[in-house]
C-alpha cells in the first residue's frame, strides 16, 4: 500500500495538477515500504507495482491514438522503477540510512538512463513536475533538468530523517539542509528572474488550425486544410517576421503532393513572411526512409531549409531496432517506422536564427542545447496534441517547455494543433497562451537571444556523474561487483 501511495503522488505532481510539492515526498513512502522487504526479487517486484501505478497514473491518455503503445509503455517504463527499487534494497542491506542519502545519485542514474538510446522516454522524470514552480527552478540554467531532479530527491532524503527519528542532532540537520534546499534555490530565481535578458524582437505569429487529426488525413479534408491555412497565412499581412505552423500542418508529403503543398506556398509568397511549417517527408535515395519534418517557406517560394525530427516516441513512431530486425516494420502502434534525422538545423531567415523541436522532443534538455550552442537564438517547439483529447497529455507536454526556456536562457514559440499554443520567455514564464480546442492565431513578440549559460557549457554533467558513480556506490555498500565476488570467494578458500 505504501508503494501504492508513492506511486500514486508521483503520477500526481504532473500537471495539470498543481500539485507539485507531492514530489517532495513521494519517495519516503516507497523507502518505507522497502523496510520490510526480505529479499531482491520482492523489492524488483515491489518497485515495478510502484512504477507502473506511477505509469498508468500519467500516461493513460496516450491509449486514445495507439491503445497498444500505451500499454507497452505503461508495462515498460516500470522496469526502471523496478531496478531502482532493487538498488534501494541491497544498499539498505548494509544500512538504510546509507541507502536513502545515497538515493538521489541512483535516481538520477536511473532517469539518465531512461532519457537515452532506443527506448529513450524521460516524460516522468520528476524534474518536470516542478514546471508550475518558475521561481524555484530558475537553478536549471546551471544544473539542467536532472540537477533538478537531484535536487527533489535530496528534499526526500531530508523529509525523510525529519518524521522518524525524535529531534535529535539528525533531525536538525536535516530540517538544517531542507532550509537551505528551499532557501538557496528560492533567492537565486527571485534575483535571476528579476534580470532582464537582452535580445532583438521578433514578430512572430502561432497558427492554431484547430483541425482533426483523424479527419485530416482523408482527400477530402486535405482540400479544406489546404484552404484554412491559406487563409490564415492570409490574415497576418504584415504583421509578423516569422509565421509558423503545426507539426504536419501540411497533410501531405510536400514533394509528391504539390496540389495541396501549393496553396500554404502561394500563401507565403503573397505575405513576404518566412512561415516554418511540419510536414511529411522522405530520403530522395531511399523513399522506405521518411522523417516527420519541418520546412521553412522564404517569402520568394523556396524551401531548402529542413529539419527531420531526431528523437522518435519509442512504439509509436517507430519500433526500438526495427533496423536490427527489419521484421519489426511489421508492427506498428498508431503512427509509422519513421527514420530519425540526423542533423541539427539552425534554420536563417536573413534576420535571425532559431531551431524546431518537433513533437515530444521538448522534453530532452540535451538537444535543445545542442541547438542553442549551434547558434539558435530561440526555439519553436511545434506539435499535434489533438491525438490525445482534452486530457493531461497536452498540458503536460506544453509545460517541458518551461524547463528548455530556463536552461539555455531563450524564448519558445510553441505551436499545437489544436493548443495549447504559447510564447514562453526566457525566464520559463508563459507570456500568452491559447485555450485548447479552439482555432486561434496567436501574435506576439519574443525576444532572439544571444546568452549562454552554465547549463550550455557543461551539459547534463549531473546525469552523466550519477551514471558513472552509481555502479561503484553500489559496489561498495550494495556488495555487488566484480571486488565484492573476489572477496566472497577469497573467503570461501580460507575455510
Not at 485530416?216 to 490564415?232: C, I, V
Not at 530520403?283 to 524551401?303: C, E, H
Request: charged residues 15%; proline residues 5%.
Amino acid at each position: 500500500m505504501l508503494a501504492i501511495i508513492s506511486g500514486a503522488f508521483w503520477a500526481a505532481s504532473f500537471p495539470p495538477l498543481r500539485t507539485g510539492f507531492l514530489a517532495y515526498f513521494f519517495l519516503v513512502f516507497l523507502w518505507a515500504a522497502l523496510e520490510d522487504v526480505k529479499s531482491g526479487w520482492r523489492a524488483f517486484r515491489m518497485g515495478y507495482i510502484w512504477g507502473f501505478i506511477a505509469s498508468a497514473g500519467t500516461l493513460w491518455w496516450i491509449f486514445k491514438p495507439t491503445l497498444p503503445g500505451m500499454i507497452l509503455l505503461v508495462l515498460f517504463l516500470p522496469v526502471y522503477a523496478a531496478l531502482y527499487a532493487w538498488i534501494h534494497y541491497r544498499v539498505a542491506r548494509t544500512s538504510p540510512n546509507v541507502a536513502v542519502l545515497l538515493a538521489p545519485v541512483f535516481f538520477v542514474a536511473i532517469e539518465y538512463i531512461r532519457s537515452y538510446g532506443q527506448f529513450g522516454f524521460p516524460w516522468m522524470n520528476i524534474a518536470y513536475s516542478q514546471t508550475s514552480y518558475t521561481v524555484l527552478v530558475q537553478f536549471a540554467d546551471i544544473v539542467g533538468s536532472f540537477g533538478i531532479s537531484f535536487w527533489i530527491v535530496t528534499i526526500n532524503c531530508c523529509i525523510y530523517f525529519m518524521p522518524m527519528r525524535p529531534p535529535s542532532r539528525a533531525f536538525w540537520i536535516a530540517a538544517g539542509i531542507l532550509l537551505i534546499l528551499f532557501g538557496a534555490p528560492l533567492a537565486y530565481g527571485i534575483r535571476k528572474i528579476n534580470t532582464d535578458i537582452e535580445g532583438e524582437p521578433v514578430r512572430v505569429a502561432l497558427l492554431q488550425g484547430n483541425v482533426d487529426p483523424y479527419k485530416k488525413w482523408t482527400y477530402r479534408f486535405k482540400t479544406q486544410n489546404a484552404r484554412l491555412y491559406w487563409e490564415m497565412i492570409h490574415s497576418i499581412e504584415g504583421e509578423a517576421d516569422l509565421i509558423i505552423m503545426p507539426e504536419t500542418a501540411t497533410t501531405c508529403y510536400h514533394r509528391t503532393d504539390p496540389e495541396m503543398f501549393a496553396p500554404i506556398v502561394d500563401a507565403v509568397m503573397d505575405v513576404g513572411v518566412p512561415t516554418l511549417t511540419g510536414t511529411l517527408d522522405f530520403d530522395d535515395n531511399s523513399r522506405s526512409r521518411y522523417f516527420n519534418a519541418a520546412i521553412l517557406i522564404m517569402p520568394d517560394g523556396t524551401y531548402e531549409q529542413w529539419y527531420a525530427k531526431v528523437q522518435l516516441v519509442p512504439f509509436s513512431e517507430y519500433f526500438p531496432f526495427q533496423d536490427v530486425f527489419p521484421s519489426l516494420h511489421k508492427l506498428n502502434f498508431g503512427g509509422s517506422h519513421f527514420t530519425h534525422g540526423d542533423k541539427y538545423t539552425i534554420f536563417d531567415t536573413g534576420t535571425h536564427k532559431f531551431s524546431v523541436l518537433v513533437c515530444y522532443e521538448s522534453i530532452f534538455g540535451w538537444l535543445s542545447r545542442e541547438f542553442r550552442n549551434g547558434g539558435a537564438q530561440f526555439l519553436v517547439n511545434i506539435r499535434n496534441d489533438g491525438w490525445f483529447g482534452n486530457s493531461p497529455g497536452p498540458y503536460q507536454h506544453a509545460m517541458f517547455n518551461i524547463l528548455r526556456a530556463i536552461e539555455n536562457r531563450m524564448w519558445v514559440a510553441r505551436c499545437a494543433n489544436t493548443g495549447i499554443s504559447m510564447f514562453i520567455d526566457a525566464h520559463g514564464r508563459i507570456v500568452q497562451r491559447t485555450p485548447i480546442f479552439e482555432k486561434n492565431v496567436l501574435v506576439g513578440e519574443i525576444r532572439a537571444t544571444n546568452m549562454r549559460t552554465i547549463y550550455d557549457a557543461i551539459g547534463d554533467v549531473i546525469g552523466w556523474g550519477a551514471l558513472i558513480a552509481a555502479p561503484f556506490l553500489l559496489a561498495i555498500y550494495g556488495k555487488v561487483g566484480f571486488f565484492h565476488r573476489g572477496a566472497r570467494k577469497e573467503q570461501k578458500n580460507s575455510m
